[in-house]
Structure formats: C-alpha cells, structure tokens
Nanobody, 117 residues
Framework: QVQLVESGGGLVQAGGSLRLSCAAS????????MGWFRQAPGKEREFVGQ??????TYADSVKDRFTISRDNAKDTLLLQMNNLKPEDTAVYYC????????????WGQGTQVTVSS
C-alpha cells in the first residue's frame, strides 16, 4: 500500500502563489505516476496535472501557471501554483498509480486552497 499526505494549502489573494506538497510512504517503489486533482464545491473532481518519469502533463486551465515536480529521494510530490485565480479555489488531492493499475489507485485526504478576489 501507498499512503499520501498533502500539505501547504491555505488562503491567498488572486495573483499570489502557493506550493503544495504530497508526502508518500509505504510501497513508494511501486509508484509509476503521480498527479494532482482538484474538486471545487458543487463540481466534479478534475485533473490538474501529473508526472511520469521526467514527463509532465497539465490541464489547459493551469498550464503555464502550475508546475509539478517530484523529489524521489524524499518521496515527495510538489505543486507550485503561481498567478492563482479565484477559479482555482478547490480541495486539491494528490494521487498515485502503482504498477499494474489502469488508473490512479491511491489518494490523499486533500488540502483546501482558497483564492480570494
């Protein structure tokens, strides 16, 4: 099993920045892909971005503003969010896909990000 714990959420003004962290523990050697998702009130959970090896992929809504990186030595996934907008307000979830799984099969508990206008 893999455990994921997010941190770094909070309240920020529009145009500001936040950095989210996701600490992975357990069978981290089995992780193939790690990603970030978010869910705003009344909306479905949506993909933010992911990293697989050295390849990163982002949703169009965050491209050029958000950056995903992974510190393998520390088993930590990072999400640097710049130029935040009120529509970025959501609970952000870290996720991992381990070997053999067709989709993300491990999830963190989420961290709240609120962007005020």
């Amino acid at each position: 099993q893999v455990q994921l714990v997010e941190s770094g959420g909070g309240l920020v003004q529009a145009g500001g920045s936040l950095r989210l962290s996701c600490a992975a523990s357990g069978r981290t050697f089995s992780i193939l892909v790690m990603g970030w998702f978010r869910q705003a009130p009344g909306k479905e959970r949506e993909f933010v971005g992911q990293i697989s090896g050295a390849t990163t992929t982002y949703a169009d809504s965050v491209k050029d503003r958000f950056t995903i990186s992974r510190d393998n030595a520390k088993d930590t996934l990072l999400l640097q969010m710049n130029n935040l907008k009120p529509e970025d307000t959501a609970v952000y979830y870290c996720a991992a896909r381990t070997g053999g799984a067709a989709q993300y099969n491990h999830w963190g508990q989420g961290t709240q990000v609120t962007v005020s206008s």
